[in-house]
Nanobody, 127 residues
Framework: QLQLVESGGGLVQPGGSLRLSCATSGFTLDYYAIGWFRQAPGKGREAVSCISRRGGSTKYADSVKGRFTISRDNAKNTVYLQMNSLGPEDTAIYYC????????????????????WGQGTQVTVSS
């Protein structure tokens, strides 16, 4: 059974950092592109970042560019999202998701192709 489980969320002060993890099981991670998405209260789901199957291509939303870094360790079946310089606007539930891309060296920073989703982890940025 294909599973994605997010962890690493929590309460952090403005300017702080968190590293989210997306642990996967039930499938071979390096066959899949992975994306991170978030949903703030009262708002729609927003794409944050994505990473291609081997990690050679990454994309970021403009709102997080320069502050967030996505990475993956296929040997550990885990994808990470390092988040720095966090602000209240980053408060949301963060989800990781996976899809099997037709173009191996790319990822799509849109929820549309992602078939498998985790349950999410809460990130709250507040003083």
């Amino acid at each position: 059974q294909l599973q994605l489980v997010e962890s690493g969320g929590g309460l952090v002060q403005p300017g702080g950092s968190l590293r989210l993890s997306c642990a996967t099981s039930g499938f071979t991670l390096d066959y899949y592109a992975i994306g991170w998405f978030r949903q703030a209260p009262g708002k729609g789901r927003e794409a944050v970042s994505c990473i291609s199957r081997r990690g050679g291509s990454t994309k970021y939303a403009d709102s997080v560019k320069g502050r967030f870094t996505i990475s993956r360790d296929n040997a550990k079946n885990t994808v990470y999202l390092q988040m720095n310089s966090l602000g209240p606007e980053d408060t949301a539930i963060y989800y990781c998701a996976a899809y099997d891309p037709t173009v191996q060296a790319m990822c799509i920073i849109s929820p549309l192709p992602y078939k498998y989703w985790g349950q999410g982890t809460q990130v709250t940025v507040s003083s």
